[in-house]
């Protein structure tokens, strides 16, 4: 069993801001870019792991097209062919297939007050206004637009736990501000099971909403303040229009209506709730209004408010957003085309969004089963989307943020220790499992993170996780999978899929284990990484599934990705190279190096039916039926170094940048799955990608930047050039790792982590020698 070993650590500290490039860069992010096609990205304002995600929402569900598809695209809340903005809310989702959030909507206006948005057929019938590109700006940490319909200048700022708006009206009308407490992303219909408003004084508010969407009741807190008193304020119940206006202050409200009701109390609560603020003479100084969320409490709410913004100067929280990101995007150092820059960096600011902090300032916060607790020896963060981002993400965070690794397992340990089910995180966010895709990837992240050296967590207590979890009997099959040594499809849809994936999270379970000296565990897990061989059909060279009964799917069609199928969001083609901890073996059982050779150019070379993945819209960013824009097909590119062909990889590489990214707003050939895709961006633009993480190894490819340099925390520099590159010198002719010559195709973790130069001699001529030798190649369990 040949596998890397361990020789250095990474070190869980900030880091060296000494040797960190001064030049800014923030010039090279553009947060437009995914917000068009289906990347899924929200262009607002957001500080590195932030809270709080201050961003436009152009929900546009009244289009009269397929609703499903349209609520789609709006997965961020905003989607850049939208021309009209129904206002500005305090949390998103970067990138994801599926949503939910959209909390606290804010929308500022002048003369007439609407309650609802209107369509964008029709803006004049609601609160939205027109907007155009031309007068909107995004950078790390600020957004501004233009709301052409009321003449005003909306900007937006944020620190971890708040949110800062700045609205300058510059028409002669009276202004006010519109707080809409129904407004959700992913909106068929009002989530909303209840909410309130109550009015402290004349510059305070305090708000609670408690949502039914992809998360389960999920309670959110709001502070709300303004930086001048309004003049009249309107508590809209549009659940009940006797009351549609408690404590509006007007001079009709003199009479006590009956003995259960107190107008004079500005208070409100129900499932359709808005609020108006208005403000006489808006035009003398801008207005600002300042909102501190909190998912424990009003109190809280209020303190993180109070903790991160003391005062209202809109500029200096501006600036401090934008050196927070700068101290973060100093991790890396290129050299390149503006283009490759801005993709580059771009990439590195989605990566470092998520997980985000899900804690108070006084270190409360809401747990997985719904119960209050406190922190004391970590930051608590949220939003797990494990099936995507343990491939490249949480790799990636290893090396670009390891100061926060350990925190993000803690919280995945607080998780496993609350949850009712005994589980480590499969797909969460906000106290929420929502069950969400397939495997017990948290498995991985943990494994990698400890092999690596990050270890500031309770190790036993992990193990205990990881066990519990993968022998969980109320998770997707798992006593069938144990018993039978595979998922029967007649026991569970996507069986295969299920099984491939159960196999290589084994894998990383056994790495665990047998670094912590338990080789029993280890044993019983490196069987059980082997189980996807059980649904490897011989006779047609395909992962296919299989019953209980041992009987092949007679249906069997290896380019078909049926919903609910036996594969996930994929098909057999594709799902057949999931074998990333033991790709040797993989390439003996469909035939050696040729036939492995040669199903990899029938992937990216045979086109695929749209009848075959009509019902998938994940599907995305086609070669052939290599679908880029979803993350079952990520690793495949590289998997020619397996077969002893790595000059394909480095075609194939190429092949993607070229035609599935750009520095355009649908310059993602997908979903950006809350930084998965942007990993991978990044990974492969320095020349190398972790196919199975745990196993301490990089596949290489090719890098696509002359020069990129990794500031690490143990303050040592590793730095990847690309000497002669150029558009048609895109082939690897000798590698050289610190002088030395480096024969084989893959990188150590303690390669990288030691600190140093990988210089790629680029050539537009492959070279069929280097790394093609069976030592050579990436490391392989069963090897």
């Known amino acids: ?55 436009p929402d152009t929900a546009a569900l009244s289009r009269g097209i397929d609703p499903q598809h349209d609520i789609y695209k709006h997965c961020a809340g905003y989607h850049y062919d939208d021309h009209t903005i129904i206002g500005f809310s305090h949390t998103h989702f970067s990138g994801t297939g599926h949503s939910d959030l959209g909390d606290l909507l804010i929308m500022p206006g002048t003369g007439t007050v609407f309650t609802k948005p209107g369509t964008e057929e029709d803006p004049d019938s609601g609160y939205r206004s027109r907007f155009s590109h031309d007068r909107e700006q995004a950078s790390p940490g600020y957004y501004m637009v233009e709301l052409d319909d009321y003449n ?18 510059n028409g002669e009308e009276d202004a006010h501000v519109l707080l809409d407490l129904t407004s959700s992303i992913y909106n068929f219909k ?133 050196q927070l990101w700068q101290d973060k995007l100093s991790v890396i150092d290129a050299e390149g085309t503006s283009a490759e820059k801005r993709q580059l960096y771009t990439s590195l600011y989605h990566a470092l969004q998520a997980p985000s902090v899900y804690q ?32 490249a993400l949480h790799p990636l965070l290893t090396y670009v943020a390891p100061e926060r690794v350990s925190d993000m397992i803690q919280s995945m340990l607080a998780h496993y220790q609350q949850s009712y089910d005994g589980m480590l995180p499969i797909w969460s966010f906000q106290a929420h499992e929502t069950w969400t895709m397939i495997g017990y990837h948290a498995v991985s992240v943990i494994a990698d993170a400890y092999l690596k050296g990050i270890r500031d967590f309770d190790h036993d207590l992990a193990l205990k996780a990881m066990l519990e979890t993968a022998n969980n009997a109320k998770y997707d099959a798992i006593p069938e999978y144990v018993k039978y040594g595979y ?36 044993d019983e897990f490196y069987r059980r990484a082997l189980s996807y061989k059980n649904v490897f059909d011989p006779s047609v060279g395909f992962m296919r599934g299989k019953n209980s009964k041992g009987v092949w799917n007679p249906e069997f069609d290896p380019e078909e990705a049926k919903l609910m199928g036996p594969f996930t969001e994929g098909n057999s083609y594709q799902y057949t190279f999931y074998v990333p901890h033991d790709a040797q073996e993989l390439v003996k059982l469909i035939g050696g190096d040729k036939a492995f050779e040669q199903r990899l150019d029938t992937l990216f070379e045979k086109e695929l039916s749209p009848e075959k993945i009509k019902e998938h819209e994940d599907i995305a960013g086609l070669i052939g039926q290599y679908a880029h824009g979803n993350e079952p097909s990520h690793h495949i590119a590289y998997m020619y170094n397996d077969a002893g062909k790595p000059w394909r990889t480095q075609e ?40 199975a993480p745990g196993s301490l190894s990089y596949s290489i490819g090719a890098p696509q930047l002359p020069k990129i340099s990794m500031n690490l925390a143990n303050n040592k520099t590793f730095t990847v050039k690309a000497k002669e590159l ?58």
């Open 1 to 55: 069993m040949l596998l890397v070993v361990l020789v250095g650590l990474c070190l869980s500290t900030s880091a060296n801001t000494n040797k960190l490039n001064k030049a800014d860069k923030t010039t090279w992010v553009d947060p437009f870019i995914g917000t068009g096609g289906d990347g899924h990205t929200f262009p607002g304002a957001v500080v590195p792991f932030g809270m709080v995600q201050l961003s």
């Open 152 to 169: 005003i200048k909306a900007e937006l700022t944020t620190t971890t736990r708040t949110g800062l708006h700045k609205y300058t009206f």
């Open 190 to 322: 009002n989530k909303v099971i209840w909410s309130d408003v109550r009015v402290i004084d004349n510059q305070t508010l305090l708000a609670y909403r408690s949502t039914n969407g992809w998360a389960k009741h999920r309670e959110m807190y709001f502070a709300i303040k303004f930086s001048r008193p309004f003049d009249r304020i309107e508590l809209i119940n549009e659940d009940n229009a006797r009351y549609r206006c408690n404590g509006c202050l007007d001079n009709d409200r003199d009479k006590k209506p009956s003995t259960i009701v107190n107008d004079a109390i500005q208070f409100t609560a129900g499932k359709d709730i808005k609020v108006v603020a208005h403000f006489d003479q808006a035009k003398k100084t801008p207005l600002l209004v300042k909102v501190g969320l909190s998912a424990v409490s009003r109190s809280n709410a209020l303190e993180n408010l109070t903790d991160e913004l003391p005062d209202w100067d809109f500029d200096r929280v501006r600036a401090d957003a934008k």
């Open 360 to 391: 108070d300032v006084n270190g409360e916060y809401r747990g997985v089963d719904g119960e209050i607790h406190q922190t004391t020896d970590f930051e608590h963060y949220t939003l797990f989307s494990l099936w995507d981002t343990y491939r």
């Open 487 to 522: 998922v029967p499809m007649d026991k569970l849809s996507e069986s295969v899929s299920i099984t491939l994936e159960y196999a290589y999270d084994d894998f990383t379970i056994a790495r665990y284990a047998e670094a912590l000296g338990n080789k029993k565990v280890a």
């Open 652 to 691: 194939r590489i190429r092949q993607i940048m070229d035609t599935l990214s750009s520095d355009k707003p649908d310059g993602l050939a997908g979903n950006d799955d809350v930084g998965q895709m942007s990993a991978w961006y990044i990974f492969s633009a320095m020349g190398f990608y972790p196919v």
């Open 726 to 783: 150029s558009k048609s010198n895109k082939y690897v002719k000798s590698v050289k790792l610190n002088g030395k010559t480096l024969k084989r195709s893959y990188l150590t973790h303690n390669d990288i982590q030691q600190g140093g130069v990988l210089e790629f001699q680029m050539t537009d001529k492959p070279n069929k020698h280097w790394g093609t030798a069976l030592e050579h190649r990436p490391p392989s369990m069963s090897r």
